[in-house]
């Protein structure tokens, strides 16, 4: 992936996010081995289509995805594997996390669902009531959450 500036910033699957457990939040029903890809409406904002799909290294990011996207139910958080390069998430990194803390990467290719975390654990009742009148309050704005 290059920016403007033709400088390639993607961080290939090769180097140490190898060795890290990759998540995916999410309240699609899929099995090991589906793919998950862009080009499907993003659970998010506008829900326009998806340009890229979203992934973290932290479970709590994965735990926001999960309860977070459109749908009925708790959520899933898969294990996924990146199947080409990958960045970092300009919605967060350096817009409101310098730095990338939260371990936030997206990538313009699919990622292979290869597990199932189970045992997760949500937010706190308020903190994720809290952090949906957040994301309201910023739809009344006309902010878009997810920039691509």
């Not at 045992?119 to 957040?134: E, F, I, N, R, S």
């Amino acid at each position: 992936m290059k920016n403007p500036n033709n400088k390639d910033q993607s961080i290939e699957f090769t180097n140490e996010l190898h060795l890290q457990e990759l998540y995916h939040g999410t309240k699609a029903n899929l099995k090991l081995g589906d793919l998950i890809e862009p080009g499907f409406n993003s659970n998010y904002g506008k829900q326009k289509k998806a340009v890229f799909v979203y992934l973290s290294a932290t479970l709590d990011a994965a735990t926001w995805g999960a309860e977070l996207a459109l749908g009925e139910g708790r959520g899933t958080i898969y294990k996924v594997e990146p199947t080409g390069p990958i960045e970092d998430d300009p919605n967060l990194t350096d817009k409101k996390f310098p730095g990338n803390p939260t371990k936030s990467y997206r990538s313009l290719y699919p990622l292979r669902v290869i597990g199932e975390i189970t045992d997760w654990q949500g937010h706190a009742p308020d903190q994720l009531k809290a952090m949906k009148d957040h994301i309201e309050q910023l739809k009344q704005l006309g902010v878009e959450a997810i920039e691509d």
